[in-house]
């Protein structure tokens, strides 16, 4: 079922005409939350509320948080920021003895505002202690079907561009991506002795991506995704596209059949990304290096970094094997409902910039 004909407008949310054009997608979002719900109930899972405040908000060098301040009983002021994701305290709560959890989280992330952005939006997480991230890839695909069936439909689109979410997800590695999409022989850029800069610019530059001078690995590969990968996927059923690069997955332990790959994945609708999701990296002391390497990145390219939660990095030492994702649950019921922006589907939208 289509519930987006009449949403686009430019009169405030509040608007009584407006609220009624928009409120079936968002009781369509109600009821996909419930069933949502209820499939994790029925496999045993248990739900979880994370506290939003935390030491550290996350640490990927491109997400931006926002900052607050506690002011103790003894007036001290302490360093406080919204959090960028529930990732740190659900791995807290697998160290403290949970087995299979889920949150439907408010998330913030400063400087993203788009169609398929907002400033403040909910993150479905859910993870599975002694579990391969097969068994969450499997997940993916299950929880994109029961959203579509719920709103009442099978197929789903984005800017003209259909999928069945009926149909089984189709598995593609980042390499076999950036081969089929881009011409790009991704794996002989990553080396032993790292990744190699130029010979992704030159291969980048060949496939009509102009890097800049300043641009390392890293901010090329994501360059070639963005503008050549993934409008590509998930284009009549969704990809789950696999195996990236292990210095693109920090949070992600290294593949058992190559380590320069992670065990990281990501699926995508109609060129939309949707989740994101790990075997779970579990070394402390790995952890702290590639998060401090993270926050040296931030620095370097955005003048700021935040602190490494130092109780995350202790609760690792106690943390079993899992995996887990993080779900865009916003973007799902866009896609489930037929929604163009993810404005229209949320309750009390943040005002548009001007």
């Known amino acids: 079922m289509d519930y987006a004909g009449t949403m686009s407008t430019d009169r405030p949310w509040w608007n009584a005409d407006v609220h009624a054009d928009r409120r079936p997608a968002l009781l369509a979002r109600g009821r996909i939350k419930s069933a949502m719900r209820a499939w994790f109930d029925e496999r045993g899972f ?10 550290s908000p996350g640490n990927e060098a491109h997400l931006h948080a926002y900052r607050t301040e506690q002011i103790g009983t003894d007036l001290e002021r302490r360093a406080l920021y919204l959090h960028t994701s529930p990732e740190f305290a659900c791995k807290k709560l697998l160290a403290a003895g949970e087995k299979k959890i889920f949150t439907f989280a408010p998330v913030f992330r400063n400087r993203e505002r788009g169609p398929l952005h907002a400033p403040e939006f909910t993150m479905l997480e859910w993870y599975r202690a002694d579990e391969p991230y097969a068994a969450v890839m499997d997940d993916c695909g299950e929880l994109l079907k029961l959203a579509v069936k719920t709103a009442g439909a099978s197929l789903v689109s984005w800017r003209g561009d259909t999928a069945d979410a009926r149909a089984a997800p189709e598995q593609l590695s980042v390499a076999e991506a950036f081969s ?9 850029t990553i080396t032993p002795a790292g990744n190699d800069r130029e010979a992704l610019a030159t291969a980048a530059t060949a496939a009509g991506i102009a890097p800049r001078a300043d641009d390392d690995w890293a901010d090329i590969f994501a360059k070639v995704l963005t503008a050549l990968v993934e409008p590509k996927l998930g284009l009549g059923r969704a990809t789950l596209l696999t195996h990236y690069p292990a210095s693109e997955a920090p949070l992600a332990r290294a593949s058992e059949d190559d380590a320069r790959l992670a065990e990281r994945f990501e699926m995508y609708c109609c060129g939309v990304e949707l989740a994101n999701g790990f075997g779970e990296l579990t070394d402390p002391q790995a952890q702290r290096r590639l998060l401090t390497a993270e926050m040296d990145r931030k620095q370097e390219r955005y003048g700021e970094r935040y602190p490494v939660d130092d109780d995350f990095i202790a ?4 943390m079993p094997a899992a995996s887990g994702c993080a779900m865009g649950f916003d973007r799902v ?7 163009t922006r993810i404005d229209q589907i949320l309750w009390t939208p943040q005002p548009p910039e001007h």
Do not use: K, N, P
């Open 46 to 55: 248990v739900e979880v509320e994370t506290a939003i405040l935390q030491t």
């Open 180 to 188: 089929r999409y881009a011409g790009i022989d991704l794996m002989a």
């Open 315 to 318: 609760a690792l030492a106690h």
């Open 333 to 339: 019921v866009m896609l489930a409902t037929g929604a």
